[in-house]
């Protein structure tokens, strides 16, 4: 059974920094394409990134790219996203989603909550 | 920018059929797009139901079909039950990356 658990949301001060962290199990990681996509409160999905299954490419957001890094360790089955220079408008649960073979998004984690304050 | 399009509310009887679209604000969609839909429910995390335009990922009710209808991606839900009623998400694959459309939401009743 594929599990994705997000961990490493929270409360942070806009211009501040925050890693959030994926912890995959129920499949042969290091194969496929892995994502972030978050939800605003109330608001529609928001792809975020994407990284590769070797995480040789790395791909953003126009919202997030040169603030946020995404990254993976396929020794430890984890994926991060380091999220720099926050805005109020980062705030929203981010999903750590398993890459499909056709750009989709097959599986998702339940989302860990960010929030960053004025 | 790509925009991506869909109607904000929907509503059918339960039982009866519904189409969702997804489209551009600029062009047409193509299966080259890879449309895929999710559907969530209140405090959920999505899931998929269609992928690479038509194919039904694994355990999703057959009641839910994925298309190319003109110029947009549809996905047609044909006997709606209650439990059905939720956000449908679009996303085409675009640049490496996703464009989710606003969502719809279905109401049953």
């Known amino acids: 059974e594929v599990q994705l658990l997000e961990s490493g949301g929270g409360l942070v001060q806009s211009g501040g920094s925050l890693r959030l962290s994926c912890a995959a199990s129920?499949?042969?990681?290091?194969?496929?394409?892995m994502n972030w996509v978050r939800q605003a409160p109330g608001k529609g999905l928001e792809w975020v990134s994407r990284?590769?299954?070797?995480?040789?490419?790395?791909y953003y957001a126009d919202s997030v790219k040169g603030r946020f890094t995404i990254s993976r360790d396929n020794s430890k089955n984890t994926l991060s996203l380091k999220m720099n220079s926050l805005r109020v408008e980062d705030s929203a649960v981010y999903y750590c989603?398993?890459?499909?073979?056709?750009?989709?998004?097959?599986?998702w984690g339940q989302g860990t909550l960010v929030t960053v304050s004025s | 920018q790509t925009v991506v399009t869909q109607e904000p509310s929907f509503s059918v009887s339960p039982g009866g059929t519904v189409t969702l679209t997804c489209g551009l604000s600029?062009?047409?969609?193509?299966?080259?797009?890879?449309p895929s839909w999710y559907q969530q429910t209140p405090g959920q995390a999505p899931r998929m139901l269609i992928y690479?335009?038509?194919l039904r990922s694994s355990g999703v009710p057959d009641r839910f079909s994925g298309s190319i209808l003109g110029n947009k991606a549809a996905l047609t839900i044909t006997g709606a039950q209650a439990d059905d009623e939720s956000h449908y998400y679009c996303?085409?694959?675009?640049?490496?990356?996703?464009?989710f459309g606003g969502g719809t939401k279905l109401t049953v009743l």
């Open positions: 989603t398993k890459g499909g073979h056709y750009g989709d998004y097959d599986f």
């Open positions: 129920g499949f042969t990681f290091s194969n496929y394409a």
């Open positions: 990284i590769r299954s070797s995480g040789d490419s790395t």
């Open positions: 600029s062009g047409s969609v193509s299966s080259n797009y890879y």
């Open positions: 690479n335009t038509n």
């Open positions: 996303v085409l694959y675009v640049h490496s990356g996703g464009v």
